[in-house]
């Protein structure tokens, strides 16, 4: 990225020291030594803005970059979301980072790869609970919560997709650190600083974020990506808001499910249990929206 682009025509326009609340992050720091922030690691870049972290990684995928790669933004104009919904936040508010891995490498039998957005939901939920001091719980499938006040609202989420022609995948997770309320995308958004965390320095969340990723992946594939044995879905559970609650499932073609949220399945799947008590297993890739009722 240019290192100008603060200055045009002579003109000074915003520094990255212009609001000291988001200083910019120490990138030689974090790029110096990447095994410091979890084995797994083997380079941690961070660029001054970009449109998507996941798609920069993705293309350097294609090209045989090696797993362990870490990418990370102090902007992003077209962050990436599900159904190709896109998103953006004001520079350095929020961590915005995307992780190359290849559970191929390790042989992680492909049926158990659906786990790996759940497993980036627990890694970032453990850690920034743990690193900001404050409670983040996890709504299926791939949005992380805080409480603003007495309302629960959505702080951040993960976007998972396959690349290098399906032998590759690219774990991508948006955080709102610093965000005010006039800043805030939806009215139903929070942020770290909303919800009152002690605290909100990026490096600290993003070095937790990154140790915890790598030590719940690197048990995940030892155990051959098997949920249960690592206790993945167990500790999935535990975090995760939408269990117990009463949700409406909106499906393609105009269809829905209602029922009680009672499980999440061998394969990532949520389980529904309605009026009936029939129960009905749905798919994070078959799901438009999911909303309490």
Known sequence: MASDRGHTLGVVSESPWSDLDRPP????????DPGRLGALW?????????GSTNSDLADLATKGVPQGAVLI?????HGKGRLDRTWSAPARSGIFVSALLRPSDAGVPRDNWSWIPLLVGVAASTALSRAAETP???KWPNDLLVTVGEEERKLGGILTELADNGRAVIAG????????????PVPTAGSLALAGAPV????????????????LYEEWCADGGDPTATRL????LSQCATIGKHVRVLLPGDTQV???AVDVDDLGRLVLREPSGAEHAVSAGDVIHVRGV
Request: proline share 0%.
């Open 42 to 50: 083997n380079s941690v870049d961070v660029v001054v803005e970009t």
């Open 173 to 184: 997770v948006g955080v709102n650190v610093s965000l005010r309320e006039n800043e805030l």
């Open 25 to 32: 992050l120490r990138a030689a720091q974090l790029n110096r």
């Open 73 to 77: 933004a102090e902007e992003q104009t």
């Open 233 to 236: 879905r167990e500790a999935y």
């Open 200 to 215: 909100t320095d990026r490096e600290i969340l993003l070095r937790e974020l990154l140790r915890t990723l790598s030590e």
């Open 136 to 138: 983040v719980r996890l």
């Open 258 to 260: 209602v029922g009680e």
